[in-house]
């Protein structure tokens, strides 16, 4: 999987020092199997990982890491690896559990005593701010999934203003990388999340965009990755793109054109 994504997207632009937003979407299906890939290939790069993961827990992440051949739990312990367990912190909060550093929780705006990200932007900095000691080789952020904030009860607003700080701190100031996973569905109702995701493929320098088949359902061909490059994002050069198709194995993820998967040739 790491060897075929990696050729697809032409790693160069995924360098850990490039300073870019690279915005994982996913519509009619789960596109989570880029959110392995990025948090294995960048722990395999020796550069430093914030991962808020909101939806899993660090069992399921790591056993699906161990696949892909990176210990998520040797990677905590070098202090490689700030994992943010979102189930956790949000049923801490639920039942009145006191964090044990005495700080606020990341999630703290759950509780309603604040509204805004400000916690979760301090966890961030504070994870990725480089010590006299760090030798890490750059630093990222990675985000599983920022639909889930809304869900929680976050404005758009206050999600959006999180994500800018954050790439003034990640992007610009640290030259590290942010990879953000999103759902949206072009026929959605939700019109907050909507505004988010539209928001963020404006801001975004590198765009994989996964969707189910409009056919349905087929056992050699799970869905299409659509890989949007932006040139710049000041000027008015037009986006490259590229169309592939794609197949989820165990361990492996098989990439090929429209109409050239195996079952077919």
């Not at 961030?124 to 010590?131: A, E, K, Q, Y």
């Not at 590290?176 to 975004?204: Q, R, Y």
């Not at 050069?237 to 989820?248: A, G, M, N």
């Amino acid at each position: 999987m790491l060897a075929e994504l990696n050729e697809l997207l032409d790693a160069a632009p995924q360098r850990p020092d490039a300073g870019k937003f690279t915005l994982l979407r996913d519509s009619r299906t789960d596109g989570s199997f880029l959110v392995h890939h990025f948090l294995s290939f960048y722990l395999r790069a020796g550069c430093k990982v914030c991962f808020l993961a909101l939806v899993q827990s660090f069992s399921h992440y790591n056993m699906v890491a161990q696949k892909l051949g990176v210990s998520l739990t040797a990677a905590k312990e070098r202090g490689q690896l700030v994992f943010l367990e979102g189930l956790k912190s949000c049923l801490d909060l639920v039942f009145g559990e006191e964090e044990q550093s005495g700080q606020p929780s990341p999630l703290q705006f759950i509780s309603g005593s604040v509204s805004d990200l400000k916690d979760l932007f301090d966890f961030v900095r504070t994870s990725l701010t480089p010590t006299d000691s760090d030798s890490w080789k750059g630093r990222v952020l990675l985000v599983d999934d920022l639909s889930v904030l809304l869900s929680l009860g976050a404005a758009p607003v206050d999600v959006l203003d999180f994500i800018h700080y954050c790439r003034m701190v990640v992007c610009s100031q640290l030259k590290g990388n942010i990879v953000v996973l999103v759902h949206g569905d072009e026929d959605s109702e939700d019109e907050e999340n909507k505004l988010v995701v539209t928001s963020l493929c404006h801001h975004s320098n590198l765009i994989l965009w996964v969707e189910g088949l409009a056919t349905g359902f087929c056992k050699d061909v799970h869905g299409e990755i659509k890989i949007i490059k932006r040139l710049s994002l000041e000027s008015t050069e037009q986006d490259v793109t590229q169309i592939y198709q794609y197949k989820i194995q165990d361990k492996n993820v098989t990439f090929f054109a429209r109409g050239l998967s195996a079952a077919v040739l």
